[in-house]
């Protein structure tokens, strides 16, 4: 079983910045992929960042510029750096872990994180 513990959300003006952290039971080497999503009140959750095993990484086009997904292999620990925060960032956010075992894939999620931008 996998399991991912986030951290790091909470009440931050518009313009700061928040460090998420997520913390997986196993090697990150060992998923194809782990990203961060975000769900705001009454929204789909969508994609925000993500990054391969082999490193590539991917980001919305409403974030680009403003935040950095990294990893700590040693740490077993995928992060979000988030700077120049925005009201329209408010949301929960959410760690994601892709395995690939016998050409299935499988999502794993973490419990979630509010992230509260205040203009």
């Known amino acids: 079983q996998v399991q991912l513990v986030e951290s790091g959300g909470g009440l931050v003006q518009a313009g700061g910045s928040l460090r998420l952290s997520c913390a997986a039971s196993?090697?990150?080497?060992?998923?194809?992929?782990m990203g961060w999503y975000r769900q705001a009140p009454g929204k789909q959750r969508e994609l925000v960042a993500s990054?391969?095993?082999?490193?590539?990484?991917d980001y919305a086009d409403s974030v680009k510029g403003r935040f950095t997904i990294s990893r700590d292999s040693p740490k077993n620990t995928v992060y979000l750096q988030m700077s120049s925060l925005k009201p329209e960032d408010t949301a929960v956010y959410y760690c994601n872990a892709r395995l690939l075992l016998k050409a299935l894939t499988y999502d794993y999620w973490g419990q979630g994180t509010q992230v509260t931008v205040s203009s």
């Open positions: 990054i391969t095993s082999g490193g590539s990484t």
């Open positions: 196993r090697s990150i080497f060992s998923f194809v992929a």
